[in-house]
């Protein structure tokens, strides 16, 4: 039988499942705000999970925890955005310099050719969320192949906001059809040892997906600023 503890992670992890989705699909829509007796009844579960998983979404500036007014559901900022792209375009450049240089075989770098084969057919199907699912694969796989420990944390720490940014804009964007070619030159940089041109590849990409996704921010008036 599970202690207490078990119990009160688990019922934590499901309210944190249940949040994130929640707040990714626009039930729960950018600032409005929730009491924790409400969330838990609609989880089906004590407020002390709730409270504790917003924690975790507010580390991750999801959500906003206000004295004696519950939960707000925090909009999408640009500057946010800008900033947090800052950050990751610099460490995952940085993971695929680190991945170049470390000698892979073909057969290492095989996820990391999965996700771009996966990217290029959800682009001939039209399907822009097997495509979005795919491109997570290739950002995960790409700094974990940079065998950094403390960038893999950091990268994680941001992928949420990154995530619901993109989820925002998916559908406003032109076919990825280049990001997908730049994906492949930093593959193929990786797979032929060039740390030089993986660097500079994948910069210049992030680059470009930073200027894309908060120019449409704005346009379209989804950001808070």
């Known amino acids: ?128 969320d097997a495509w979005a699912q795919a491109d997570d694969r290739f950002h995960t796989e790409l700094v974990r192949l940079g065998k950094n420990a403390r960038i893999e944390a950091i990268v994680a720490m941001m992928s949420d906001q990154v995530k619901r940014a993109r989820a925002l804009t998916l559908f406003m964007r032109p076919l990825p059809v280049k990001s997908n070619e730049d994906h492949r030159m930093v593959f193929e940089a990786i797979k032929r040892g060039d740390a030089d041109a993986a660097h500079r590849i994948h910069k210049s990409h992030r680059q470009n997906a930073k200027d894309m996704l908060i120019a449409l921010l704005r346009t379209n008036r989804l950001s808070r600023i």
Do not use: W
Request: with cysteine.
């Open 1 to 128: 039988m599970k202690n207490l503890d078990d119990r009160v992670l688990s019922s934590t992890q499901r309210a944190v499942q249940s949040l994130r989705e929640l707040i990714f699909c626009g039930e729960l829509p950018a600032g409005s705000d929730h009491l924790e007796a409400e969330l838990a009844e609609r989880f089906g579960m004590s407020r002390t999970p709730v409270r504790e998983a917003a924690l975790v979404l507010e580390s991750q500036g999801l959500v906003e925890m206000r004295p004696r007014k519950g939960i707000r559901i925090l909009p999408v900022s640009a500057d946010d955005m800008r900033e947090i792209y800052d950050v990751l375009t610099e460490l995952e450049s940085l993971a695929a310099q680190q991945a170049a240089l470390q000698g892979y075989q073909a057969s290492d770098l095989k996820n990391l050719e999965a996700a771009i084969n996966d990217m290029d057919d959800a682009i001939k199907a039209g399907d822009l």
